[in-house]
């Protein structure tokens, strides 16, 4: 059941609007009066059809998807033999053949589709202007946009697909960085300190007879606890460098996230020298910036930048989105002290700028302060 409701969410007609064109379905059939046999074998058509379209919209299973997709077809040679009205079945069965099938298999299906349409108008006494041309144009138009949609939706799950798979070669990656260096720095460190363990032990036991040796025993403790202390230090000191944040890399993560809000981005950055607890501030403030599009803008588009000019540095963050009234919460309070820190201001306005009217968030850095 879940399965079925995830899938519905997901299907491009999942609003079902289009059922309202089966309106045209009864047209010939009310005006023209057909006998009651007639009208039943209609609605019964009309009840198959129904299914057929729940199969398709709902269905997880692709093998029942494409059978009903096809019994569409079939539905609509059969009422085509009395009623005009049958080319609406013929237009949902196209509307979602991109869909249920690769675009090598749905071009070919649309084209027999329309080819059935005219085997039909030449073969029973359908008019030409009522069924015929508004059937095929009508199915051209929405294959073509139903392999199209397709194909785009394809790409993009592959896209996606991609990025995680890089994510989770980059995760891998970094945790096997971490192991090798934690490795390096308390392997050689834990066997010292375990000799010197065993060495104390013994010592220990021999103070018992010689009271000399205490001297030697709190020589090895001392040790010990040399050893160890350098050994946090270290440990520290490479945590620290996991901690260090790469601006550039900064900029690119950020963009991807924009992109999979469905926010186009377009990004222009140079960045000048500047030391790692500015470049650390700078790819917070960054974040923050983004998480203000993210969260408030509606934008469809982002331009995402930074440049160095007359010993000024700026970095900007320019959307199309809604530009509502500014207010300081704890997000742009926080950009503004860190900015005020490394002594530069910033600015959030709405203006017109290249992709319209939108939210224009800038932050301007002395560059003798990034270092």
């Known amino acids: 059941m879940n399965e079925s409701k995830r899938w519905l969410r997901n ?14 379905y009864w047209l010939q059939p009310v005006l023209s009066e057909f006998p009651s046999i007639t009208m039943v074998w209609l609605a019964l058509a009309m009840l198959a059809f129904l299914g057929c379209y729940y199969i398709v919209s709902a269905s997880a299973n692709l093998t029942h998807r494409r059978l009903a997709n096809l019994g569409m077809v079939m539905l609509g040679i059969a009422t085509a033999t009395v009623n005009v009205g049958a080319n609406t079945f013929f237009i949902f069965a196209s509307a979602h053949f991109g869909h249920n099938w690769s675009m090598r298999i749905a071009v070919p299906l649309l084209i027999t589709n329309i080819v059935l349409m005219i085997g039909c108008y030449l073969l029973f006494p ?50 096997e960085r971490i192991g090798r ?7 050689h460190t834990l066997s010292v300190v375990n000799m010197r363990a065993q060495l104390a032990e013994r010592v220990c036991q021999q103070a018992q007879h010689s009271p000399e040796k205490l001297e030697v025993l709190a020589e090895e403790l001392k040790n010990i606890g040399q050893v160890s202390r350098d050994a946090l ?11 260090h944040v790469d601006l550039a890399s900064e900029f690119s993560a950020l963009s991807l996230e924009l992109e999979r809000h469905n926010i186009v981005t377009k990004s222009q950055i140079s960045l000048p020298q500047m030391s790692e607890k500015t470049e650390a501030e700078l790819g917070l403030i960054l974040r923050e910036l983004i998480t203000n ?4 803008s509606k934008a469809t588009q982002c331009q995402v930048g930074s440049e160095t000019n007359d010993n000024q540095f700026q970095l900007w963050v320019n959307d199309n989105g ?6 300081f919460g704890n997000g742009l309070t926080g950009i503004v002290e860190r900015v ?3 002594n530069g201001s910033f ?18 850095i002395p560059v003798e302060a990034l270092s």
Not at 233 to 243: G, L, P, T
Not at 293 to 296: A, G, K, M, S, T
Not at 322 to 327: K, T
């Open 11 to 24: 299907t491009p007609n999942s609003t079902h609007i289009w059922l309202l064109t089966l309106g045209f």
């Open 340 to 342: 005020k820190a490394l």
């Open 293 to 296: 599009v993210l969260r408030h």
């Open 322 to 327: 809604v530009g509502q009234d500014i207010q």
């Open 181 to 187: 260096d934690l490795h390096d720095i308390l392997g």
């Open 233 to 243: 230090k270290q440990v520290r000191e490479a945590v620290s460098h996991y901690r």
């Open 347 to 364: 600015s959030v306005t709405h203006k017109q700028g290249d992709l319209g009217q939108g939210t224009y968030q800038q932050i301007t």
């Open 126 to 175: 359908l008019h030409i202007g009522y069924f015929l041309l508004p059937g095929m144009i009508t199915s051209i138009i929405i294959g073509i946009e139903s392999v199209w949609v397709a194909r785009e939706e394809k790409h993009q799950s592959e896209l996606k697909q991609s990025q995680q798979e890089i994510q989770r070669l980059a995760a891998e990656a970094e945790r």
